[in-house]
């Protein structure tokens, strides 16, 4: 492909930040035009932060998946698009050219049709990552269903909230899923949630681990034998439904400061635009490149640069199904060479993890064919950045610092790989079309430098969130109204004397811990329905692997014991899953409360540093003599 939009050097940036700011519309009019459309825009942009309102390209028509496949095929069909390499090393990679990968997304296509999926049905897809996890989403989009992707560890009762949510009557999943040396019984755990969603119509099973599930006649299908049936009618290609501009494209659940998750909707062409526009530019794409991301594709990591941004620029890229450290912690650093990645993203999480196991596991390897490195979920710690910087990238690789969310579909704060200048711990600068503003507590904006305020965004870019699946009041609270007339991130933000941004975490009631997003509303919820618990308050504490580790306040009924413990672990598992098992259970007598009974969570998080001598003015407390004991009980 070539990319006319590709930005080359530091002051070709500067002129193409400038353009996006002045002329917005002319800009990415410019850059949607290098894409393939089956009818053009009438209008490049038409928004209104107040309702919100944000519609991109309207009037045009597209599929996203002729962009990610089709335009490819003449020029470069047989190039990989995607490698994928198994969990067992010794197991066989699967390589699909973009013509192979093109055919099976047809074939999967049909799969959905001939069993009556439609355009605008939501799918829910629940898989570990092989390559028919890919295709699955790019066959909903070829035939214009919504998918909803559901991380493979997520709990059976976090499917069946979001199969309600967004009324799906479509289930991708597969019999089971390989982790390191885990097996996980992905179809046993659907059929659990499914218990409570009488309304799914049918259950596609991809077999992966040859373990045989209980298939409930008329509902469940085997993914095999429906593509033998495609194969047998005779016409495998599946003409692309042709979408509106702002048609959604997918859901994608993240924690929100509320209890229940909230499903981000996308829609297709912004989406497309943007992913691919920020893909090209922060990793400053070759025609060679071989692109790793380690993300799982249940994230939006995985969505836009496994899937969406990646294929859509026509790169190569490499998905890996297991963990960094099985079967020992060298995995990545093989996968590198077996493959020769040129880009490897991965999250700080990952690279604190790999350096604790020691530098031996690193010897030997060949990382030569690496050009690229990139940190993504969490700001990164400098420690890290330096080992990755000299261990991995050898002192020759650019590290990009890519800041985001789910919400904004693609990168929006990032140095461009070689091209601007990174600094460790610091995201650096706005992508183009990315306008940031810092807001003090008084809600105006901070003008100068050096200062840190409230991460807001004051102009729409092409891929940001258009709504919340089914409420999109709760968009608006969520997003809008903290700031009238900007996106408020729940970030908070640096700016240095030179306009880089180091981003220092989130501001509102959601935890990051290893680069997984969580309320701790959500976690409270959880603990909640577990017998024997009366009340509980959950913060976030510095931990060193994870970034933030899940401190939980508790109260119970009855004389703590460690089954209780156990018991409080188990249920969190059960009802959201093992990443958002608390690290720390602390039992208390009562928790600090004002004397409108709300929470005050600010002298919980100063407990669970441990920084008890800035716990602050605790005489507003309804019964400030807890704060002691809770300081004394320290977990
Ligand atoms: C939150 C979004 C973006 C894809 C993966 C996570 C934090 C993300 C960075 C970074 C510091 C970062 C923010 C953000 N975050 N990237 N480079 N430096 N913090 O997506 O689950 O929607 O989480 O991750 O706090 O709000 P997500």
């Not at 530091?10 to 700011?21: E, G, L, P, T």
């Not at 025609?287 to 799982?296: Q, S, Y």
């Not at 620029?313 to 995995?331: C, Q």
């Not at 990645?341 to 990382?367: E, N, Q």
Request: charged content about 20%; some cysteine; aromatic content about 10%.
């Amino acid at each position: 492909m070539n990319h006319s939009f590709q930005i080359k050097n530091a002051q070709d940036y500067q002129v193409a930040y400038r353009k996006s700011i002045e002329a917005p519309e002319l800009f990415w009019a410019t850059v949607a035009a290098t894409f393939s459309w089956r009818k053009p825009w009438a209008r490049v942009l038409r928004w209104d932060f107040r309702k919100p309102e944000i519609a991109w390209f309207e009037g045009a028509q597209l599929n996203i998946t002729e962009n990610c496949l089709d335009r490819h095929l003449q020029a470069q069909g047989d190039k990989p698009a995607l490698i994928w390499e198994p969990n067992n090393p010794s197991d066989s990679a699967r390589t699909f050219s973009y013509r192979q990968l093109a055919e099976a997304v047809n074939e999967c296509a049909w799969m959905l049709r001939n069993n009556g999926v439609q355009k605008g049905d939501r799918v829910c897809i629940y898989m570990g990552m092989v390559p028919e996890l890919a295709i699955a989403l790019l066959a909903c989009a070829r035939i214009g269903a919504i998918h909803s992707v559901i991380f493979g560890g997520f709990s059976a009762q976090s499917i069946a909230d979001r199969v309600h949510d967004a009324q799906a009557a479509f289930l991708i999943t597969a019999d089971g899923s390989y982790r390191g040396n885990k097996e996980i019984p992905l179809k046993e755990i659907v059929d659990e949630a499914l218990g409570s969603c009488p309304f799914v119509k049918h259950v596609f099973v991809y077999r992966r681990t040859g373990t045989v599930p209980n298939m409930q006649p008329g509902r469940d299908l085997f993914w095999d034998e429906e593509v033998a049936k495609v194969h047998a009618a005779g016409s495998l290609f599946f003409p692309a439904e042709v979408m509106d501009a702002e048609d959604p494209l997918f859901i994608l659940y993240t924690s929100g400061s509320t209890g229940k998750p909230k499903g981000v909707v996308h829609t297709c062409a912004g989406y497309m635009v943007w992913t691919t526009y920020t893909f090209v530019n922060v990793f400053q794409i070759r025609p060679d490149d071989v692109h790793f991301c380690t993300a799982d594709i249940g994230w939006i990591t995985g969505h836009s640069y496994i899937v969406y941004g990646t294929l859509c620029a026509g790169a190569t890229s490499l998905m890996f199904e297991g963990v960094p450290t099985w079967p020992d912690a060298g995995r990545f650093w093989d996968i590198i060479a077996r493959h020769g990645a040129s880009i490897f993203y991965t999250s700080p999480t990952a690279i604190r993890s790999l350096m604790a196991h020691g530098l031996s596991f690193l010897k030997g390897k060949d990382f030569s064919s690496l050009r690229v490195l990139g940190s993504v979920g969490e700001p990164i710690n400098e420690e890290a950045w330096h080992w990755l910087d000299e261990q991995v990238g050898h002192k020759k690789c650019p590290i990009v610092d890519t800041w985001w969310q789910t919400e904004t579909g693609g990168i929006m704060i990032s140095n461009l790989a070689g091209v601007t200048p990174s600094r460790p711990g610091f995201a650096t600068l706005p992508l183009p079309g990315v306008k940031p503003v810092l807001m003090n507590e008084k809600g105006q904006p901070i003008l100068g430098n050096n200062l840190s305020g409230n991460l807001c965004l004051a102009a729409p870019w092409p891929g940001m969130i258009r709504s919340t699946w089914g409420d999109p009041q709760r968009c608006r609270e969520a997003y809008f109204t903290a700031y009238p007339g900007y996106y408020f991130s729940g970030d908070g933000s640096l700016r240095n004397e030179k306009g880089f941004y180091r981003i220092t975490g989130r501001v509102d009631d959601v935890l990051n811990v290893s680069g997984h997003r969580l309320g701790t509303a959500e976690i409270e919820n959880a603990i909640g329905q577990c017998p024997g618990v009366v009340e509980s308050a959950v913060v976030g504490f510095p931990h060193d692997l994870k970034g933030q580790g899940i401190y939980a306040f508790v109260i119970s009924s009855s004389e703590q014991d460690a089954s209780l413990y156990e018991a409080i672990l188990n249920t969190v598992t059960d009802v959201i899953g093992a990443i958002a098992r608390p690290d720390k259970i602390q039992f208390v007598r009562g928790l600090p409360k004002t004397r409108s009974g709300k929470i005050m969570r600010r002298i919980l998080r100063k407990i669970a540093e441990g920084d008890m001598e800035h716990i602050g003015d605790i005489t507003t407390l309804l019964e400030p003599a807890v704060v002691d004991e809770i300081k004394a009980g320290r977990a």
